[in-house]
């Protein structure tokens, strides 16, 4: 998947990646929206943020939080 204009596989990468993309928008929802841009689908759960890959909706990872 793309992260900072590469592709990677990398969750390290796609957390980072995933993170700071949050901290420029004001909610949730927007974030969320903009992940899927990038091919990314994003689910809160009580294990933490699911991050699955579109467009198979295939989980690639989960993030603390």
Do not use: C
């Not at 928008?25 to 699911?50: C, H, P, Q």
């Amino acid at each position: 998947m793309f992260a900072e204009n590469k592709i990677t596989h990398d969750m390290t990468e796609i957390t980072a990646f995933l993170l700071s993309e949050r901290e420029k928008v004001l909610s949730e929802a927007e974030w969320k929206f903009r992940m899927r841009g990038y091919g990314y689908n994003i689910r809160r759960t009580d294990a933490g943020i699911e991050v699955a890959k579109l467009p198979q909706n295939t989980l690639i990872g989960t993030i603390a939080g």
